[in-house]
């Protein structure tokens, strides 16, 4: 199976800012692998989509800019409404 790399500018969930990845899909289009190649940049662990964050941000600064850009997320501290 052959795979297909592109370079993708991500916006920092927290502030904006532009960083380069790395993506790696494979041939029906599913994403294999990806890699910030820009200096200060790092990939935020999300099952749904690419995220980016300047190292310099702490994960709470970025769960928290998560749940402001994707409302109606299950918020791990928010009790149980029902
Ligand atoms: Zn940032």
Same mark, same amino acid.
């Given at each position: 199976m052959s795979t297909h790399k592109s370079v993708e500018p991500h916006g920092c969930i927290v502030c904006g800012r532009i960083h380069d990845l790395l993506i790696v899909r494979s041939d @029906? $289009? !599913?994403?294999?692998d990806c890699s910030v190649t820009s200096p200060g940049g790092r990939q935020v662990t999300d099952p749904e989509r690419i995220l980016v964050a300047c190292d310099r941000h702490s994960s709470e600064e970025i769960e928290r800019a998560i749940a402001r850009h994707y409302p $109606? !997320? *299950? *918020?791990? @501290?928010k009790p149980d409404e029902d």
């Open positions: @029906d $289009g !599913r994403l294999v $109606g !997320r *299950a *918020a791990p @501290d």
